[in-house]
């Protein structure tokens, strides 16, 4: 598996771009073209926000981003690791946990020493991987987790 910059795989922008509507598009009413933008913004290296797509024999499989804000109710927290993602058949296998480390270690090379993320279904993922749960909040009807990794 790699994990590379989205910018360094252009191809597989619109597969992302699928992935993540499919995933959370319908949950707050965004449409195709609020990802596509989104996707479009995160195309840098090195800063907040970019994006992140693992490859397996060439073929994107998974996703991650780290981006300024992830819940506009917390906007005092920031960076955020947002929008993991991995295809179906590739789920169970470490990719996501591989794409959270790499999202951690871009945050720490930028010079961040905390990244914040919620999460609607995967809290037991991040407690294994040392996040910290630092509160639960109603967000847009359903109550989750907040939570913080301590990079330093």
Partial sequence: MKIKYLTDSK???????????????????YGRNVWKKRINNRLEKKTVPTTFVALIDGEAVATASLIKHDMDTRKDLTPWLADVFVKKDYRKRGIASSLVKRV????????FSKIYLYSREAEGLYKKLGWKLIERTNYYGDEVPIMVYKIN
């Fill in 11 to 29: 191809k597989d922008i619109p597969k992302v771009i699928d992935w993540l509507y499919e995933q959370w598009g319908g949950n707050y009413e």
């Fill in 104 to 111: 951690i270690t871009e945050a720490e090379e930028i010079g």
